[in-house]
């Protein structure tokens, strides 16, 4: 079946700092890609997505490249905020598929 | 404003009790599913639902029901709810794959944190 594993956290950085996340997948087919993001108390919501191989999503100042090569989809920001703090999830779902995958999640720590 | 409600928003309950948490959303969208969040084992998918009375198994269904009648309504049921059934659970909807509209973007709810004692 579909898998997907992140990086293990958590991960603590100082503001500024360069942030990555690695995500890998495997899968049947050719699934979109997403991450997405829970701050405390909150539910998920969807940060950045790729359709196919090679597309490029970013948002918020973070940018994740769908590499179909190397079955990955890591997430990266080149300066981080307190702000950023939270946990974030690498997942995949395939088309016409009722099913999603997602990875454990990794906790992010962003220290003035 | 666009959003998916779960109620309750937070349960103490003893073991055997049945209960149902509730999720509605308002923004017409075919497909619906529920998770549960552990420590060190993220997101696990529940149940879900492709269409009005069309439902089918996740990733750990064991101990849970659900029922689509309606569009908008997707509740969760725990008939005898156990302590390992202590959780967060979330519910999420989705346009449907043949909506143009369709991105594969999941909309969650703010979740339930079930606690069985």
């Known amino acids: 079946g579909d898998s997907v594993t992140q990086m293990e956290g958590p991960v603590t950085l100082s503001e500024e700092a360069f942030l990555t996340i690695n995500c890998t997948y495997t899968a049947t087919g050719y699934p979109s890609l997403f991450w997405y993001v829970q701050y405390p108390g909150e539910g998920l919501q969807l940060l950045l997505k790729a359709t196919k191989a090679d597309d490029k999503g970013s948002n918020k100042g973070f940018e994740a490249t769908y590499r179909k090569e190397t079955t990955s989809f890591h997430l990266e920001k080149g300066s981080v905020q307190v702000s950023d703090s939270a946990v974030y999830f690498c997942a995949l779902r395939n088309t016409n598929a009722g099913k999603s995958t997602f990875g454990d999640g990794t906790t992010l720590t962003v220290k003035p | 404003e666009a959003q998916v409600t779960q109620n309750p928003r937070y349960l103490i309950t003893v073991t055997g009790k049945k209960l149902t948490v509730t999720c509605s959303q308002n923004?017409?969208?075919?497909?619906m599913s529920w998770y549960r969040q552990d420590p060190g084992l993220g997101l696990r998918q529940i149940y879900y639902s492709m269409n009005v009375e069309v439902t089918d198994k996740g990733d750990v269904p064991e101990g849970y029901k659900v029922s689509r009648k309606e569009k908008r309504n997707f509740p969760l049921i725990l008939e005898s709810p156990s302590p390992n059934q202590t959780s967060l659970y979330f519910c999420?909807?989705?346009?449907?794959?043949?909506?143009?509209?369709?991105?594969?973007?999941?909309?969650f709810g703010e979740g339930s944190r079930l606690t069985v004692l």
């Open positions: 999420a909807s989705s346009h449907g794959w043949a909506d143009p509209a369709n991105t594969g973007e999941l909309f």
């Open positions: 923004m017409n969208h075919e497909y």
